[in-house]
């Protein structure tokens, strides 16, 4: 396994915690509290270099002037996760779906929600890859992995107020 790289900034949701592979590749983005996030470990590298383009991006969209991400990914999950990823990853601004729209999106069976729910909870990659937009199929506000408030002040910042 290569070298990580990590740094820290700071945002309206709270401090995030990003990491990127040797390739400079963004491999998580945490927030503390997160279930799963991820936590500076021995070895990895204080480097902020890898991350000016994500921290330029995070700006904007938290200005409101981003709407969708251009950087690349590099988070590692099973066959079934990394479908549902690339189905969150299409989600576009302002917009939200069900966990059932994303089963049948990727092909799985309505019954599937559960396990597409414990992809989407498994994301390492909050923010940029838009689990947030993921909502109940009756509406409500249903889990995600940084806090319902963190969930709800991302949605708000998209102008979904109404649907909150």
């Not at 945002?11 to 997160?34: H, K, M, R, Y």
């Not at 590692?76 to 576009?92: C, K, N, Q, S």
């Not at 092909?107 to 729910?117: D, I, N, S």
Request: charged share 20%; net charge neutral.
């Amino acid at each position: 396994m290569g070298v990580t790289y990590w740094t820290r900034i700071t945002s309206p949701v709270g401090e995030l915690l990003l990491t990127a592979d040797a390739d400079g590749a963004l491999t998580s983005l945490s927030v503390p509290g997160q279930k799963g996030g991820r936590s500076v470990a021995a070895g990895w590298r204080s480097d902020p270099g890898p991350f000016t383009a994500a921290e330029e991006q995070l700006a904007a969209y938290f200005a409101g002037e981003l709407k969708e991400f251009r950087l690349e990914l590099r988070a590692r999950g099973t066959e079934f996760r990394e479908r549902v990823w690339a189905a969150i990853d299409d989600l576009p601004y302002g917009a939200t779906t069900t966990y059932g729209e994303i089963a049948t999106r990727i092909g799985a069976a309505r019954m599937a929600v559960r396990a597409v729910g414990g992809a989407i909870g498994s994301n390492p990659l909050l923010i940029v890859r838009p689990c947030h937009r993921v909502i109940g199929a009756d509406g409500s506000m249903t889990g995600y992995a940084g806090g319902l408030e963190r969930k709800v002040q991302l949605l708000r910042l998209e102008g979904l107020g109404s649907v909150l």
